[in-house]
């Protein structure tokens, strides 16, 4: 008996291809008073913060906003030094390459662990939620104190949410994860 031909295989679908952009002189010659002549100018320069950004993701390009916001303001606020002071993205229990290990975001000498988290991608799922649990449980009984940095406390709050931190006070709110 006859194999039969898998149809997609035989005839694959045609490449979609999107339409060209039409130029610019396709539409001042037949509309010529509907475009006017605006002059764009170019930008006057990045700004202060997007500038110190982009120089902390040149060193680590996976930094999220957050961290970026925790690292600004040991190092510009406080004036701490990054190796010294504190370490960022420190591996505990072996960190992301053994089963049960974990990253501390920021481990402010001698015991402190700070920890940046987003909302959505930390307390969605009841799944999220049990693991921040195991978490502090686990850095807890290594001897560090577990401080969680909510997103909506670091974005709205900064100084407030890091200066509380940093005397080992969790912000007051409704995202304990005790």
Known sequence: MA?????YRAHPPAKFELPGIPKKETFTGAFPSLIPAIQISSPTGIPEYERRM???????PVMSDLEFIVMDYLTRKKGWKLGREFEYQT?????????????????VRPDLALQPQGERWHLQQP????RLRVEKMLLTSRGYEVIYLWESDLLNR?????????????????????
């Open 54 to 60: 982009a120089e902390w993701r040149q060193r680590f």
């Open 158 to 178: 900064t100084q407030y949410t890091m200066e509380a931190a940093l005397r080992r006070q969790q912000v007051p709110s409704f995202k304990d994860v005790s």
């Open 3 to 7: 194999r039969k031909i898998d149809s």
């Open 127 to 130: 799944m999220d939620r049990a």
């Open 91 to 107: 591996p505990i229990a072996g960190g992301r390459t053994i089963y049960g290990g974990f990253l501390v975001d920021f481990l």
